[in-house]
Structure formats: structure tokens, C-alpha cells
């Protein structure tokens, strides 16, 4: 069971589309982040949004955009991708408190191939 | 900057075998630890978490001790089932005032009949 729901499940797309993947959080909380899976590589963070401001940024290829409107959605559009950027992309979301944030809750992920 | 290093997998036990997945870490400050589960196809579901120095989490059978001292947060499980099968990450989250998890690079278990 989830609170954290992601659109689409899974995505091909060519080196010169343009596509955009989707993330909502029903929990109530106020920072969200877009982390990237890898074959045979940890978790990578890629954006984090606190208060639907950008906190972090872990140098992500300017192909790669977030975009957070309001607290509950955060979207990551995609654009003259790469064959490397296949993977599984998860969204997660948390509560931002005075003592740190709380835990995070993760979406299903996207599994995207770019051909 | 924060590290987490897990065991290398991918273990494989018999059900109801005794499981232990070694994690140990590297942080400055004061991080809250974490363990995930992903199962095939999925995507990562909290399992169990710790806030401070000998807290113990613990879910469905799972449990971990937050040892400062050793630096680590081992998972255990007395008795193991097929539907255990996944992979297992560990992470910490608010090392060095950072909000985003850091995670180790995860253990694959599979479980046989």
C-alpha cells in the first residue's frame, strides 16, 4: 500500500522525444524527490523540492527537468535523452520537520527505456 | 560524505533459515537508518527504521539494532519465507544535515523451498 502513485509504469521513448513522467503523494507531506535506479548501481538522488522550492540538485544533465507545482505533484520532463538514461526512475516523498525530515515514502517507479 | 555499505549478494537460503544482511555506515551527525525492500517489479517499500543510538526497528518478522558503536544496522530474521525473495537496501538519512537518503547498493535474497 502507497500513497505516493506514478505515471506511466513504464515508458520507451526515442533519443529525440519529448515525455514527461508523473508523481503524486496523498500523505499530506512537503518535500518530494526524484531518485534513479540503475542496473548494478545504488540509488541515485536527482532532485529534491521542499515546500515546492528546489533544495538539491545532484548535478543532473540539463536533459533531465523537474518541475513541482504545488506539494502533492512533481513532474520530471524528459528530452533528448540518451540510451544510458534507462532505468527505473522513483519518486518518494517526506515531511520536512524542524528536527530533519521524516521518512520517505516511494512510488512504484517508472521503468523507462530510451531507444 | 555519508556512505552506506551493504553485504554483497545475492544470498540464497532454504525457508525458514536464519537470515543476517550486514550493513554498516558512515555519517556525520546524528542519522535516522532505514531499511528498504524492493520486491520484482516494484518499487521500494519501507520495512523497518531507527531514529537514535540502540533503538530497535522491527516489521513482519524482521528486525535491526542501531549499534553506533560498530556502526551498523544488520537485518535479521529467524525464519525466512519464499515470499521474502527481493532486494533489501539499506540507507541512512540526515547525515550531515543532507534531507535525501543515502543508500547502499542492496542485497539480493532468494529464498528456496
Known amino acids: 500500500e502507497t500513497g505516493v502513485t506514478q505515471t506511466p509504469r513504464h515508458l520507451v521513448m526515442g533519443m529525440t522525444n519529448k515525455k514527461s513522467l508523473k508523481c503524486e503523494q496523498h500523505?499530506?507531506?512537503?518535500?518530494m524527490y526524484w531518485y534513479k535506479q540503475s542496473a548494478k548501481k545504488p540509488l541515485e538522488l536527482m532532485f529534491v523540492?521542499?515546500?515546492?522550492?528546489?533544495?538539491e540538485n545532484n548535478s543532473v544533465p540539463s536533459r533531465f527537468s523537474p518541475e513541482c507545482p504545488n506539494s502533492s505533484h512533481l513532474f520530471l520532463h524528459l528530452h533528448t535523452l540518451q540510451p544510458e538514461d534507462s532505468a527505473l526512475y522513483l519518486c518518494?516523498?517526506?515531511?520536512?520537520?524542524?528536527?530533519?525530515?521524516?521518512?520517505?515514502?516511494f512510488g512504484p517507479g517508472t521503468r523507462l527505456t530510451v531507444l | 560524505g555519508d556512505s552506506v555499505t551493504q553485504m554483497e549478494g545475492p544470498v540464497t537460503l532454504s525457508e525458514e533459515a536464519f537470515l543476517t544482511i550486514n550493513c554498516t555506515y558512515t555519517?556525520?551527525?546524528?542519522?535516522?537508518l532505514f531499511w528498504y525492500v524492493q520486491y520484482p517489479g516494484e518499487g521500494l517499500q519501507l520495512l523497518l527504521k531507527?531514529?537514535?543510538?540502540?533503538d530497535k526497528g522491527s516489521n513482519k518478522g524482521f528486525e535491526a539494532t542501531y549499534r553506533k558503536e560498530t556502526t551498523s544496522f544488520h537485518l535479521e530474521k529467524g525464519s525466512v519465507q519464499v515470499s521474502d525473495s527481493a532486494v533489501y537496501f539499506c540507507?541512512?538519512?540526515?547525515?550531515?544535515?543532507?534531507?535525501?537518503?543515502?543508500f547502499g547498493s542492496g542485497t539480493r535474497l532468494q529464498v528456496q523451498p
Open positions: 523540492y521542499s515546500l515546492e522550492e528546489r533544495v
Open positions: 500523505l499530506g507531506h512537503n518535500a
Open positions: 531507527a531514529t537514535k543510538a540502540d
Open positions: 518518494a516523498s517526506s515531511q520536512d520537520q524542524a528536527g530533519g525530515p521524516d521518512t520517505q515514502y
Open positions: 540507507a541512512l538519512s540526515g547525515g550531515a544535515g543532507r534531507r535525501a537518503l543515502t
Open positions: 555519517a556525520t551527525g546524528y542519522p535516522s
